[in-house]
């Protein structure tokens, strides 16, 4: 812990991801992204250009000692090893999701930030999605009675990108780039323990690693939560569908408001049934518009600038950490059942 | 097997459903519905207003020679009982589904069917559905090349009907009453075994029987086909959802034509990222509208009237009998292999 005002980051891989953590960052006084180093000569060119100060080796930046803190957005399978040699160069490390590949990696990386005292923290930035803040608070308010269904899907159809997220050794695959953000927002919604899982994956585009998966997380109160993430869905389901006793709640896509209906009042006695082509139907016929009320739940405000405050709030002694250790633990464990799940072809039990 | 112009038929039940049939068959000249028998005393004066012969019992019914075919639309537990002790009275049945309640029951009246040289066939009436016979002909097409998963729901919000459908004891609950119809269809649809079977279910408004189910078949291939029924719905998802490798399909609800989207190119090169409020996603982005085709399928038509038709023309010796006994059996086993995976909370082999 220190209290200065302001924590210099040096960034380790400026892809994709390296390189957006600035933008992410703006207007957030209490960190300042200084410096760079990526393997590729044209993105230190490009990280140059953008005024970070770049470095011809991990261990050169790591040295130097106007650095408090190392991003580290490289492949995945890298991130543990820059971790630990990050902390015991006596820098504090933000790292990318997924954490690590696996939960005993991870575990070392914990005991590397214990024993060195330096934070590890990870950039589960997706619990500042709106959307996600929008159906937790539905969730939280009861809107819908006592909830005993949640699904949570993303849908693209792109296939994985074809970098080095569709290699095995790289920690590439949909479970661990997407399933990490939608498993760790299940795990902040509900509060209970996850009792079974049961996944399987898909690998429509990709034989190498999962394109996709399903899972169905069974908490302890019987809450089922399903995941879905798929790219090979040319038209998407909704975003968010939650079930309640007495009613439901949809967000059909990203930055789009929630829709409740509830049910108010039981007469229904003059019900008029579904008729298809082949049959008629009163179980599945529409309720009548007086017997139910709908709302819209306006999307609510999320602020990812919080992620880097937090950061420097912590370091300053101010603040708890947001992202905590335990909890991207379980998610990387809850990962690791997701797996074990879709080989075995079976229910496994969690917690 | 006779070649009798037109079969006479006999209610037993003339409840909603059993009331329904004559509608159902109106203008079908090979059939006429002339009798019926109902323990209820409203049910036989309405059924005696409406023109029909109304008996004072079941054995009554089953002595008139008047009669060749017997219709039993009664509880699903009860069934069995009638439909064999009618074939022992020289009697063809059209049963309802689900014809019974376990496989160990179907067995004894296939028995009877065998033994009496009497038909035995159900009313699986969806099979005519034009939701389903649309979506069968996007995948019997390859309109979506290779077909990885299928997904057929029906969702309501008015818990389970208040008769003896909430009642463990006549064969009560959805997997019965819904789940019947819907497993039909999938195994029409992909003519594949099924290796696994996993399911949960749910007890939202009623603890006796389930009031919804959700399942997941593997077949041989592969493809997963998720069923899911549900009567707390109040906001519904679709009725039909089907990926393939290169497209997918989508039939929002009973009486709708699909929607196909279908990719064409692979050029993706300037891909614009979905910003979120937390971050940004060029895996999920939509594709742009030159990558991709859509077109609409119109409902396919389909003609209830070909159940009670093909009846008459199968006792004549003129057609193969549609609703297939070795089908129906097929249904019961995996409505079966549902409840135990169900109460196990594990996967079931299948086939």
Redesign the interface.
Known sequence: MSDKKVYNIGIIGYG?MGS?HPE?AKGVEEVKFVGSYDIKEERQKLACERGLKTYDSLDDLLADEIIDIVLIATPNDVHKEIAIKAMEAGKHVVCEKPVTVSSADLQDMIDASERTGKLLVVHQ???????FLTIKKIYDEKMLGEV??IESR?????G??GDWRQEKEHGGGMVL??GVHILDQALLMVNEKVK?V?A?L?H??NQLVDDGF?A?L?FESGL?YILEV??????T??RW?M???N????IEN??MDA?V???RGKS?ED?VP?R????????????RDDT?SETVVPLV????KEFYKNVAAYLSGKEEIIVKLPQVMRVMKLMEAIFESAEK???VDFE
Request: charged residues 20%; proline residues 4%; hydrophobic residues 35%.
């Open positions: 994709g957006y992410l930035n997706r619990r500042w999605d709106e959307d005993f269904a993303v849908h693209g159809s792109r994985i990108p780039d997407w079974k049961y399987t898909t429509v585009t399903r169905e069974t089922k798929g790219t090979s869905n040319f038209i389901l909704p569908y079930l309640g006793n009613g439901t709640a949809i990203w930055g829709r209906v509830c049910a229904e019900i579904v298809t082509a082949a049959g008629l139907t009163k179980t599945m016929a529409p309720r139910i405000h999320g602020n990812i072809q079976q229910v």
